[in-house]
């Protein structure tokens, strides 16, 4: 194995990733859920389609040479806009009545599009790029620093974008409305990878957690009380997030009340909501421990030789956190029984055997394979065979 592969990954910082968690930390955690929570349930899905259509209608009506007809409302009653339920923005006329006119944004070689249709079509276009990011970026939070890091920086993208919605001043900067909506949806499905990916490490830092490896608690037992702990973080956040939302939500309709102008009061909220991101999440920055995850492998391991063969790689739990506590170690081209042993040529599924899933022993293991420098082997695991071209497993 190369150096820089997956057999050589150290753990950066161990001390720190295992170190106990405690109430300021975890707090720390959930305050973020509180923080994201003014995008997620009041930008995203309220007040950036809004400021969309509102800015995309305005430059479409000084584009078409004609007058956008008044709201209705005070002393005007007649030839004016109303929203009637069922029915949306309608015109208001003597006659009763009629379907409101709307011109469409043009755009470049003659085309057009409805502001609605334009303001539908960013927020997928915006999920589009956030999946990218999910894909591209947010597996980097699994390994050294960047889980803290990607944090930061989803969070400060996201939220600079939402605060910079109160520069919008001009009918005509409807394409910057959409391309900011893109960048705090990028940015918050950053910032959202790199939140959760604390939960699993947060769960194997919890005294509990730790204090029942430590007594040497049956393995069923240590798996129960992580998942006790693991319930207990996930519906903590989601209570303060239920709550940060219903808050958040109210003060950015309040908002909307300081001024007239339609894109104006949209403007204010998501400035508003941009502002809560960032400063509640500034306490998280400073209390929540970076926890650093493997170095960041340079290289992937060596198939088996022959090709054919399949080299079985050490399953985590839970699956998609990249947690250590918990392996469920594979045998890989080798024969089945004890010990197991190296042989030539290719082995089937049949041939392959694995242990249960037991817990990270706190003790090294010898190990004559170059598969494991410097690491430990979890508990019940025997060390592997002597055999260069048969790799026993490889953890993460």
């Given at each position: 194995?190369?150096?820089?592969?997956?057999a050589?990954m150290e753990?950066?910082?161990?001390?720190?990733?295992?170190?106990?968690?405690?109430?300021r930390?975890?707090?720390?955690?959930?305050?973020?859920?509180?923080?994201?929570?003014?995008f997620?349930?009041?930008?995203?899905?309220?007040?950036?389609?809004?400021?969309?259509?509102a800015?995309?209608?305005?430059?479409?009506?000084?584009?078409?040479g004609?007058?956008?007809?008044?709201?209705?409302?005070?002393?005007?009653?007649s030839?004016?806009l109303q929203?009637?339920?069922?029915k949306?923005?309608?015109l208001l006329?003597?006659?009763?009545?009629?379907?409101a006119?709307?011109?469409?944004i043009?755009?470049?070689?003659?085309?057009?599009?409805?502001?609605?249709?334009f303001?539908?079509?960013?927020?997928?276009v915006?999920?589009?790029?956030?999946?990218?990011?999910?894909?591209?970026?947010?597996?980097?939070a699994?390994?050294?620093?960047g889980?803290k890091?990607?944090?930061?920086?989803g969070?400060?993208?996201?939220?600079?974008?939402?605060?910079?919605?109160?520069?919008?001043?001009?009918?005509?900067?409807?394409?910057?409305?959409?391309?900011?909506?893109i960048?705090?949806?990028?940015?918050?499905?950053?910032a959202?990878?790199?939140?959760?990916?604390?939960?699993?490490?947060?769960?194997?830092?919890?005294?509990e957690v730790?204090?029942?490896?430590?007594?040497?608690?049956?393995?069923?037992?240590?798996?129960?009380?992580?998942?006790?702990?693991?319930?207990?973080?996930?519906l903590?956040?989601?209570?303060?997030a239920s709550?940060?939302?219903?808050?958040?939500?109210?003060?950015?309709?309040?908002?909307?009340?300081?001024?007239?102008?339609?894109?104006?009061?949209?403007?204010?909220?998501?400035?508003?909501?941009?502002?809560?991101?960032l400063?509640?999440?500034?306490?998280t920055?400073?209390?929540?421990k970076?926890?650093?995850?493997?170095?960041?492998?340079?290289?992937?391991?060596?198939?088996?030789?022959?090709a054919g063969?399949?080299?079985?790689?050490?399953?985590?739990?839970?699956a998609?956190?990249?947690t250590?506590?918990h392996?469920?170690?594979?045998?890989?081209?080798?024969?089945?029984?004890?010990?197991?042993s190296?042989r030539?040529g290719?082995?089937s599924a049949s041939?392959?055997?694995?242990?249960?899933?037991?817990?990270?022993?706190?003790?090294?293991?010898?190990?004559?394979?170059?598969l494991?420098?410097?690491?430990?082997?979890?508990?019940g695991?025997s060390?592997?065979p002597?055999c260069t071209?048969?790799?026993?497993?490889?953890?993460?």
């Amino acid at each position: 194995m190369a150096p820089g592969g997956f057999a050589a990954m150290e753990i950066d910082g161990e001390s720190s990733r295992a170190a106990p968690a405690g109430r300021r930390e975890i707090w720390a955690w959930y305050g973020y859920d509180a923080a994201v929570a003014a995008f997620y349930s009041a930008a995203l899905p309220i007040f950036f389609p809004l400021l969309l259509v509102a800015l995309g209608s305005e430059f479409a009506w000084q584009q078409s040479g004609s007058q956008q007809p008044p709201a209705c409302g005070g002393e005007v009653t007649s030839d004016c806009l109303q929203c009637v339920p069922g029915k949306g923005t309608q015109l208001l006329t003597s006659a009763g009545y009629t379907e409101a006119p709307l011109p469409d944004i043009p755009l470049a070689g003659g085309a057009s599009i409805n502001p609605v249709s334009f303001a539908t079509a960013m927020l997928g276009v915006s999920v589009i790029f956030e999946v990218v990011a999910f894909v591209s970026v947010g597996p980097l939070a699994d390994f050294g620093r960047g889980r803290k890091e990607l944090l930061q920086v989803g969070t400060y993208m996201g939220a600079a974008a939402c605060v910079l919605c109160l520069a919008l001043a001009s009918p005509a900067l409807w394409w910057l409305a959409a391309l900011l909506l893109i960048l705090a949806n990028v940015g918050y499905g950053i910032a959202t990878v790199a939140y959760y990916s604390y939960l699993a490490v947060l769960v194997d830092a919890s005294p509990e957690v730790q204090q029942a490896e430590a007594a040497g608690l049956p393995v069923q037992a240590v798996v129960e009380m992580r998942e006790q702990v693991e319930n207990r973080l996930s519906l903590t956040a989601v209570a303060c997030a239920s709550v940060a939302s219903i808050v958040v939500t109210l003060l950015a309709l309040a908002a909307t009340l300081l001024s007239s102008s339609p894109d104006l009061k949209l403007r204010l909220a998501l400035f508003l909501c941009g502002a809560w991101w960032l400063l509640l999440a500034l306490p998280t920055f400073v209390f929540l421990k970076a926890r650093p995850g493997p170095a960041l492998p340079q290289a992937l391991p060596s198939a088996c030789s022959p090709a054919g063969t399949t080299l079985l790689l050490c399953s985590q739990k839970p699956a998609a956190t990249a947690t250590r506590s918990h392996f469920s170690c594979a045998t890989s081209c080798t024969q089945t029984g004890t010990p197991p042993s190296c042989r030539s040529g290719c082995c089937s599924a049949s041939e392959t055997s694995a242990s249960p899933r037991l817990p990270l022993s706190s003790s090294p293991a010898a190990s004559s394979s170059s598969l494991w420098p410097a690491r430990r082997l979890p508990s019940g695991c025997s060390a592997p065979p002597t055999c260069t071209t048969r790799p026993w497993c490889a953890c993460l």
